[in-house]
């Protein structure tokens, strides 16, 4: 079983920065990892995710200001944001897509409110 836990949001102005953090505890080095937001009244996004090889992506909205990483015992995945606007408003939540024996398994975190002004 996997739990993930993010910190790191707030509020900040437009051209600032934040760094998230997702820890994760359980077996996680084989998950592939995201990162998601939801704006009000907006369906939730995906953001940026990155494999258990470590390739990433990012929608093209963040490319070039996002930045996703792992630490080295991936046990905590990052999303350092840089350059923020109005627009990067959001609850961002952090998932794990892991191997099952029969079917994947996903696992969300609670969400950390980032707010831009």
């Known amino acids: 079983h996997v739990q993930l836990v993010e910190s790191g949001g707030g509020s900040v102005q437009a051209g600032g920065s934040l760094k998230l953090s997702c820890a ?12 998601y937001r ?21 929608t093209d909205s963040v ?18 944001m840089n350059t923020l606007q109005t627009e990067d408003t959001a609850v961002y939540y952090c998932r794990a897509v892991c191997p ?15 707010t831009v002004s």
């Open 24 to 35: 994760a505890s359980g077996y996680v080095s084989r998950c592939w990892m995201e990162w």
């Open 38 to 58: 939801q704006a009000p009244g907006k369906e939730r996004e995906l953001v940026s995710s990155i494999s258990s090889d470590g390739s990433t992506r990012y």
């Open 63 to 80: 490319k070039g200001r996002f930045t996703i990483s792992q630490d080295n015992a991936k046990s905590t995945l990052y999303l350092q």
């Open 100 to 114: 099952g024996a029969y079917r994947a398994l996903e696992y969300w975190g609670q969400g950390t409110q980032v």
